[in-house]
């Protein structure tokens, strides 16, 4: 089966530049989604289809995807940015979830 | 105003069954997948299940292919995941999403999420 693999834990400190990665076997061949999801909440679409930002999510947040790696960049990051956030891919009728990275802002 | 109310959740033995339901809100429907994720306590989220929004195509997870089975009532804007053979693996909050783009083929970004009922199954 397809796995994504996310690494645990990320920081950063408020006002610079959060990259978080998702691997998967020519992932850049799919469709990369992330999510966020804050403590005690649902999860939250923040980018679907590579680059694709859902109405209301703010502007700093962007993605990309090519070869084995998909990327959330999180630019200016503040301190309401710091939750987990998942990958997601569509392989072979199933969605796949990244493992999630718990993304720290000092 | 977009709105996902899961309801079913509970305690339930190794080997029983339970049927969560999800009452949506908001949004018309019938031309929208549903989808069913979960997230065990302290871990990541797991797709469980999708179902197209005329109930035609569904998918499931290979962990719960064969014992659960997802279904829809379009008049009454339900969405229904029935549980059967449960195991203590499956013990998780189980939300109710909505995908983001209408009659889309496979559902796959899911824009709006309940806020999850929990499944505890022990002896």
């Known amino acids: 089966s397809y796995e994504l693999t996310q690494a645990p834990s990320v920081s950063v400190y408020p006002g610079q530049t959060a990259s978080i990665t998702c691997s998967g076997d020519?992932?850049?061949?799919?469709?990369a989604s992330w999510y966020q999801q804050k403590p005690g909440q649902s999860p939250m679409l923040v980018i679907y289809?590579?680059?694709k930002r859902p109405s209301g999510i703010p502007e700093r947040f962007s993605g990309s995807n090519s070869g084995n790696t998909a990327t959330l960049t999180i630019s200016g990051t503040q301190a309401m940015d710091e939750a987990d956030y998942y990958c997601?891919?569509?392989?072979?009728?199933?969605?796949?979830f990244g493992g999630g990275t718990r993304l720290t802002v000092l | 105003e977009v709105q996902l109310l899961e309801s079913g959740g509970g305690l339930v033995q190794p080997g029983g069954s339970l049927r969560l339901s999800c009452a949506a809100s908001?949004?018309?429907?019938?031309?929208?997948?549903m989808a069913w994720v979960r997230q065990a306590p302290g871990k990541g989220l797991e797709w469980v299940t999708g179902?197209?929004?005329?109930?035609?195509?569904?998918y499931y997870a290979d962990s719960v292919k064969g014992r659960f089975t997802v279904s829809r009532d379009n008049s009454k804007s339900t969405l229904f995941l029935q549980m059967n053979s449960l195991r203590a693996e499956d013990t998780a909050l189980y939300y109710c999403?909505?995908?983001?783009?209408?009659?889309?083929?496979?559902?796959?970004?899911?824009?709006?999420w309940g806020q999850g009922a929990l499944v505890t199954v022990s002896s």
């Open positions: 999403a909505k995908d983001l783009n209408v009659a889309a083929a496979a559902t796959v970004y899911l824009d709006y």
């Open positions: 908001g949004f018309t429907f019938s031309s929208y997948g």
């Open positions: 179902i197209s929004g005329s109930g035609t195509n569904t």
């Open positions: 020519k992932l850049g061949d799919k469709y």
């Open positions: 289809q590579d680059t």
């Open positions: 997601q891919a569509w392989d072979s009728s199933h969605v796949v």
